[in-house]
């Protein structure tokens, strides 16, 4: 595919999807033939009770997990053709992910752990650090990037979290329940950074919540009820 094909075709598709575990001696099908298609920049919700597969799916988009059957497209690349290190490689450049447990290293302070993933890349101290600084500014954490996440609130660190993710510049977010531990008002502040990185920088981004008060205020939303797009 050359490059104009490249920039014309949806960022991803997802076809006939489905997911299957094993359990002891029970199949689960946690997928059922999920169909979806998103353009860069497009900011998507998933909403579901507990159970209906609404991680599951957030984490084949994010290759953490493949796909029993079905295809993902990535402009146009089945992407779980590729061997496991190069999709790795794939994984870590251009997704980045924001869990409801941020995972921040203690020991670290907050650009130290922002700095992270890009110095595991073999980016030089220098550019990780000026990517980290300015993220962490963006993120309102101007002031606290010596803290480390002892000393930071449970908004604080998450910010942190997502200023991690996206240190590399991934062309997707996935944020699963990224407000889930907090109180109504630093959730708040969440979402509306999760907007404006969306605005500024043209991060393609998909959330995981059952909030429907939270769904309901982004441009696009599936629901997902038994493992089928409702």
Do not use: C
């Amino acid at each position: 595919m050359d490059i104009r094909q490249r920039e014309v075709s949806p960022l991803i598709q997802v076809q006939g999807l489905h997911k299957v575990f094993k359990r002891g001696g029970t199949e689960i099908h946690a997928l059922k033939g999920i169909d979806l298609t998103m353009q860069r920049g497009e900011m998507l919700v998933i909403v579901g009770a507990s159970g209906a597969g609404k991680t599951t799916l957030l984490h084949i988009l994010g290759t953490l997990d493949r796909p029993s059957q079905g295809e993902v497209l990535y402009q146009g690349e089945d992407i779980f053709a590729r061997p496991e290190e190069t999709l790795a490689e794939f994984r870590n450049k251009e997704i980045g992910f924001v869990f409801q447990l941020h995972h921040l290293l203690p020991e670290f302070n907050a650009l130290e752990n922002t700095m992270m993933p890009a110095l595991v890349q073999r980016m030089k101290r220098r550019e990780a650090q000026e990517r980290a600084e300015e993220i962490l500014v963006e993120a309102g954490l101007k002031d606290r990037i010596w803290h480390k996440p002892g000393e930071l609130s449970g908004g604080e660190q998450q910010r942190v979290a997502v200023a991690r993710a996206l240190i590399l510049h991934p062309t997707l977010l996935l944020a699963d329940e990224p407000t889930g531990n907090l109180d109504s008002k630093t959730g708040e502040r969440m979402i509306q950074l999760i907007f404006s990185l969306n605005q500024a920088r043209g991060v393609t981004l998909v959330i995981v919540t059952h909030n429907e008060t939270l769904a309901r205020r982004f441009p696009r939303q599936i629901y997902l009820v038994d493992g089928r797009a409702a």
